[in-house]
């Protein structure tokens, strides 16, 4: 029951000092580059990466596929990009060398569209990063049910390339 109690403020410190920390800025653009439903492009995969949680919206989780900064999120937001078909590893991270980044695998499909679930724990003041895989009728509900922004990049720091325009992400090479 103690534990529970304080999962806010413990919540709400991380996100302070994560935030303190994270050179990556964001922008809502008036209209998103990419629609989270209907139609995809027929010749590369579509993936919106969704996190309605209201909890540590100071945080910023940094999303690399393959090693390609393809976007981020903070707070209640979602961002879409575009991957090769083929094999890919996704990598979400606070950037914070204490906390455990998330990764899911993806072998994306030309003209599918997929959406990938970012959540958190915090466990003892370390972020576990979780990405979960969802269909289309869980991405509405997790869009409806927070008040979800679309985010861009806009800043970077100086290690990494702020991607221009909508991300595509390149497939791992055949081994």
């Avoid at 702020?162 to 992400?169: D, E, I, R």
Wanted: net charge negative; glycine share 8%.
């Amino acid at each position: 029951m103690i534990l529970r109690s304080l999962r806010v403020p413990v919540l709400i410190a991380s996100g302070a000092l994560v935030s303190a920390c994270s050179s990556y800025s964001l922008r809502t653009p008036k209209t998103p580059p990419v629609a989270a439903f209907g139609a995809a492009r027929t010749d590369v995969a579509t993936v919106c990466v969704v996190r309605p949680s209201h909890w540590a919206i100071a945080v910023t989780f940094v999303v690399h596929d393959d090693g390609q900064l393809v976007g981020a999120t903070r707070g209640e937001s979602y961002f879409c990009y575009y991957a090769e078909p083929g094999e890919h590893r996704i990598l979400s991270s606070t950037g914070d060398p204490t906390d455990q980044d998330g990764h899911a695998a993806l072998t994306a499909v030309a003209g599918r569209r997929y959406w990938l679930h970012q959540d958190f724990d915090n466990v003892f003041g370390v972020i576990v990063d979780k990405l979960q895989w969802v269909d289309e009728a869980r991405a509405r509900e997790l869009l409806d049910a927070g008040s979800c922004d679309y985010e861009v990049l806009d800043g970077v720091p100086g290690q990494e390339k702020l991607p221009a325009g909508v991300p595509l992400a390149l497939a791992q090479a055949p081994r």
